[in-house]
């Protein structure tokens, strides 16, 4: 088991709501890299949500302009983001940071963090299924054509993305930074550089 950090807490608790970003004021900008894996992932949700924000005024632009120039290149930027940057992102949690998080619990009881996780897994799940429906509509309008995208779906999408990175700024990001040891991060970092092609730093 590995080496824990003074101060850390060996059980789970309700974690102050913030961002983990606040707590790392070195690393609180979008530029945050994978030398600090946390403070990245939480600098991801700030890109989340202004992607999500560009999906919410796509819809009344499409109803006033229909699919022009600005319309085309803002459907190809969300493409572009949540079918690369949002997947890594998935993957860098599900594959990496939560084994570390219910590693560094072993021998302990860690039911409250294999629920979080599996919740986690569980909203991935559904964002992935909310962005296959989406991903079409917006293929169309990168496309050039006048398609209807309706706000009751961009609604359900964002709604989910919201609720979702809640929780992780809540209850994830926290948790990480109190539980796993610098060995930890180094070793989640790492796997990130490697999702990206990164050279090592």
């Not at 290149?73 to 940071?97: G, I, P, Q």
Request: one cysteine or more; aromatic letters at 4%.
């Amino acid at each position: 088991m590995p080496t824990r950090r003074p101060g850390r807490l060996s059980g789970c608790r309700v974690w102050e709501k913030r961002r983990v970003s606040d707590n790392f004021p070195g690393f609180s900008s979008p530029a945050a890299g994978t030398e600090a894996p946390l403070e990245m992932l939480s600098a991801c949700h700030g890109r989340v949500e202004r992607q999500c924000a560009t999906l919410r005024r796509l819809v009344p632009h499409l109803a006033a302009h229909g699919a022009n120039q600005e319309a085309r290149t803002a459907a190809t930027n969300v493409l572009r983001y949540f079918d690369t940057s949002a997947k890594d992102h998935h993957a860098d949690e599900e594959v990496d940071l939560f084994p570390a998080l219910i590693e560094s619990m072993a021998g302990s009881d860690a039911v409250c963090i294999r629920e979080l996780v599996d919740t986690l897994r569980a909203d991935h799940r559904a964002l992935e299924t909310a962005w296959g429906r989406l991903r079409n509509v917006l293929e169309a309008i990168a496309g050039g054509e006048s398609v209807l995208l309706g706000s009751d779906e961009i609604e359900a999408f964002v709604g989910l993305y919201e609720r979702h990175i809640e929780r992780e700024e809540r209850d994830l990001l926290p948790m990480a930074a109190r539980l796993l040891s610098e060995g930890d991060l180094a070793r989640v970092g790492r796997a990130m550089r490697e999702r990206r092609g990164i050279d090592e730093i």
